[in-house]
């Protein structure tokens, strides 16, 4: 059973900081997903990883992907307070994702 | 382009009363569809999953059912709620077996079970 492990799960920080935010899987898998959900609302695709070594970026988030060590990382550069939200990773399994715990981010001015 | 619709946006039901959400496809054929939860705070949880019309994967034993009577239709049922069925609950679908495959989700319906 696949299984998908994100830490931390929660995660306040200041304006203008860097941070990590991990997504850990149990077996191997070749495509990796980012969403981001807004309170109340549905899920934003931000990142598709899909081979080892892949990285992305878009704005202050950039995504990695480690498909040896089973890791993908999502980094934050220089944090706005528009980046607030929980962020999840999703792991292809068959024919479905799984999806990680999500990491609540809050930014502070 | 495609779309997915999702409704009602937001529903209270009394414990024991029956549920019926509906989620609906456009602008596109053969979708793999999804029910996802998720509870106040928490991660998403995969309920069902179907490939195709009358294929339908369950992933977690409960009192809720799902049925695809058409090819880009997928409802979710209760015959009867329990409090614990209260939750986010999204729409999801994807392209079968693209290699650059997304997961794209309805807006959600908030479902409080009093």
């Known amino acids: 059973e696949l299984k998908v492990e994100q830490n931390p799960l929660f995660l306040s920080m200041q304006e203008g900081k860097n941070y990590t935010i991990y997504c850990n899987y149990s077996t191997t898998s070749d495509r990796l997903y980012w969403y981001r959900q807004d309170p109340g609302k549905s899920l934003e695709s931000l990142f598709v990883l899909l081979s080892n070594g892949a990285v992305k970026q878009e704005g202050r988030l950039m995504a990695s992907l480690d498909t040896k060590a089973r890791l993908s990382t999502l980094h934050i550069t220089a944090a706005v307070h528009d980046l607030s939200a929980t962020y999840f990773c999703?792991?292809?399994?068959?024919?479905?994702?799984?999806f990680g715990t999500g990491t609540r981010l809050t930014i502070i001015p | 382009s495609q779309t997915i619709h999702q409704w009602p946006a937001t529903l209270v039901q009394p414990v024991g009363s029956p549920l019926s959400l509906e989620c609906t496809v456009e602008?596109?054929?053969?979708?793999?569809l999804y029910w996802y939860r998720q509870a106040a705070g928490r991660g998403l949880q995969l309920l069902f999953y179907?490939?195709?019309?009358?294929?339908i994967s369950s992933e977690v034993p409960q009192n809720l059912s799902a049925s695809r009577p058409q090819d880009r239709q997928f409802i979710l049922s209760s015959k009867k709620l329990l409090l614990s069925d209260s939750g986010f609950y999204l729409c999801a679908w994807s392209v079968r077996a693209a290699t650059n495959e997304k997961l794209f989700f309805g807006s959600g319906t908030q479902l409080s079970v009093l």
């Open positions: 602008g596109t054929s053969n979708p793999n």
């Open positions: 179907s490939v195709g019309i009358g294929q």
């Open positions: 999703a792991v292809v399994g068959g024919e479905k994702l799984t």
